[in-house]
């Protein structure tokens, strides 16, 4: 069984490292986080201005390392000139890794229940305690307002201009409420990059991007895979709150009606009733803090549930505790 890295071990293999993104991959797919798009990736622990991700392949069919290439930091290129092909969307992760120095791994997901939110104006929010990362307010970015002239208009992060784009909406130039870097910069220094620095901290965990899907940012493997499908928890929860809050109060119209005109309505207002609940940014901090100490039980969990899926393999070596 995948034993985890982070945040047990002081000190990271490449050997570990590697079959912890398999393994990550594998329960992101059994989660429905990816399908046969979206990816996770990691920082080298070796070299911070390089990372590793996947080949251009679906996530639940990787099974070695052959089959993960390394990136630089820099411009999002394999290190190797001859690597396999990758995923075009590479440089959501590149540019992350260059704007936030101590975030070493990030999830990119379509997943179908956090899509609504992308694009109907209703704001994604931290409605139940494991979600508390989210907060109150989950930016969403709009990938047609950075195309460059002549680029393909298909929301797809194709280059660094629409990667860098997207990074800085983890931390925009104005941010309120609750701020993910408050309850980071009281952690201790992560393995693979920089130790936290409030200032390069991002403020958010999660960033929705319109008519596409969602990007997720972490200090390892673990917490991004904890983080992403706890995003779609919370997604799911917030949408099925707002239904059956519908569906009980419904909505009173009150107003005039002009009887002599025909019935036709003169003045009308729509009156709702009760609130849907959502965290309030201390409590979101609060449940944040007490939560993130606790993933790697979800995680071993998630390792054994893919491990005995024979749908998944992980042929890559690795030692165990
Ligand atoms: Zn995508």
Known sequence: MSAGYFPKRTKVGLEDLFKNLI?????????????????ISVRSPDNHATFYMPCNMAPALLSSEEHLVEYNVEDGEPVEKHAKPGYLERYIH????????????????????????????????AGIHMAGFLGSNVPVWDASSHYSSGSKHDLLVRDTKLGASLSAAFKPATSAGFLYSKVRSALPAQI??????????????VVLMRGHGFTTVAHGIEEAVYQAIYTRDAAKAQMTALMIHDAHFGHVVEGKVDIEGGGKIKSAKVKTEGDVKFLKDSEAHDAWESIRGTIERPWRLWCREVEVNPLYRNDCPGCED
């Open 94 to 125: 590149s540019e992350i890794y260059k704007r936030f120095p101590s975030i070493n791994s990030v999830v990119h997901s379509h997943c179908a229940a956090v899509l609504p939110y992308t694009i109907s104006g209703v704001p994604l929010k």
């Open 192 to 205: 693979g990059g920089a130790p936290p620095d409030p200032a390069k901290e991002p403020d958010h965990a």
């Open 23 to 39: 393994t990550a991959s594998h329960i992101l797919h059994h989660h429905g986080i990816l399908d046969a798009y979206g990816h």
